[in-house]
């Protein structure tokens, strides 16, 4: 085959005119890798390892944008990742933002755990749920939530969230009970939520049971 033109299509992509073939468009770091210059010969193996090879450096700036946004662990990138590039792509990106240290997991869980549980205010229950959802591996997760598994850790973060966003609410039944909802739903036990509440002055019927 040859190359009947290169070309500057839009930014820093190329479009490459082969003859009897549909134009290719690479990066420009790509066409000078391979010096890809107008009435060279280009095997077709050779043009099948160019495109792989403009692919890959797609995916990886795609994972370069998905981490400059926010961290991600290796299950969440690559699912991002696999709506537009193959799973050996995938796979071969996800290496190497590993390898650069911009993947790891073990880390990710612990910052997970912390804005999970300190920051949002949920319960353990929730919080697994919410770390399992990412994809994070079983030991990741439950490395990340030892050090928030004592009762007593649990209830005191608990106190935080009904006095920060729920004590004004305690009011009359009705209102107890919405509570006793929003705090199961964010991952805690009924025996939790009472303790909590049962040092609160509530002098309603029924207020302090299930």
């Known amino acids: 085959m040859k190359i009947i033109s290169v070309g500057q299509y839009k930014g820093n992509t190329y479009c490459i005119e082969i003859e009897n073939r ?3 468009y690479v990066d420009k770091s790509i066409a000078e890798k391979y ?3 107008k009435d060279t010969e280009i095997p077709e193996a050779a043009l099948e390892q160019i495109v792989y090879d403009n692919t890959l450096r797609k995916a990886k700036s795609r994972a370069f944008y998905l981490l400059g946004g926010r961290d991600h662990c290796r299950e969440e990138l690559w699912r991002k990742l696999k709506n537009s590039y193959s799973e050996e792509i995938c796979d071969l990106v996800c290496e190497y933002m590993q390898e650069l240290g911009f993947l790891n997991d073990e880390e990710y869980a612990k910052k997970l755990a912390k804005k999970l549980l300190e920051i949002k205010g949920l319960g353990m229950f929730r919080a697994k749920m919410e770390m399992k ?3 994070i591996a079983e030991e990741f997760i439950d490395e990340a939530l030892e050090p928030y598994a004592d009762d007593e850790s649990s209830l005191e973060r608990l106190e935080k969230l ?4 729920y004590e004004r609410y305690l009011t009359d039944e009705k209102g107890v009970r919405k509570v006793k909802s929003a705090l199961a739903r964010a991952g805690y036990s009924y025996d939790e939520i009472n303790a909590v509440l ?8 029924g ?3 299930y």
């Open 133 to 135: 959802r990412t994809g």
């Open 22 to 24: 549909d134009n290719v």
């Open 35 to 37: 010096n890809l210059r």
């Open 207 to 209: 207020s302090n049971s």
């Open 162 to 165: 009904v006095e920060k966003k």
């Open 198 to 205: 049962d040092m609160y002055d509530l002098d309603f019927d």
